[in-house]
């Protein structure tokens, strides 16, 4: 579990890095593709931060931090504020991730959804929603940096040190 989350952060920074050489308005075109019309670029990595951070807070039984992400995506839509709110949150999530144990993972916790109706979930199928999520949207990533012409930041697992 801790391997797939670290997995998943080094190939965000590397996401955040690749950007850094894409014009603005290429970053914020709304692009199609994926589940749940998340928008572009830079949306969709601010969805991933946003997604990974609320799941962790609901399990943590805590109301997040900050509301930033309950701000319409426009006051966040630069390079520097989506990966300065990436580095906020992860500290706390890497704290929660690190600290897994095997007996967390048939922990309960609930939420209520959209429709107003109570939920519950497993700790472990969240944390694990939590990493398929994000691979989800690497994917689509991947997909729009061919249409840009450029060459997509690796999805292999292999390689990354992650198993020394």
């Known amino acids: 579990m801790k391997t797939m989350f670290q997995y998943n952060w080094q ?4 996401w955040f890095s690749w950007c850094e050489d894409v ?19 830079l949306k969709t990595l601010f969805h991933i931060v946003d997604v990974e951070y609320s799941w962790i807070c609901d399990m943590k039984g805590k ?8 701000e319409p995506f426009e006051s966040w839509a630069t390079l520097e504020k989506v990966r300065e709110l990436s580095k906020s949150y992860h500290e706390e999530v890497k704290a929660f991730v690190l600290a897994w144990e095997p007996d967390m ?8 959804n959209s429709d107003g109706e109570l939920e519950i979930f497993k700790y472990g199928e969240a ?3 939590v990493i398929a999520h994000e691979i989800h949207h690497i ?26």
């Open 11 to 14: 190939v965000r920074n590397e």
């Open 23 to 41: 014009p603005k308005d290429e970053l914020l075109k709304v692009r199609t593709g994926g589940v749940g019309g998340v928008g572009g670029i």
């Open 63 to 70: 109301i997040p931090k900050k509301q930033e992400c309950s």
């Open 105 to 112: 993972e048939n922990l309960f916790f609930s939420e209520t």
């Open 127 to 129: 944390m694990r929603h």
């Open 139 to 164: 994917g689509q990533l991947s997909v729009w940096s061919r249409e840009l012409g450029r060459k997509p930041i690796t999805a292999n697992l292999i390689r990354r040190g992650l198993f020394d």
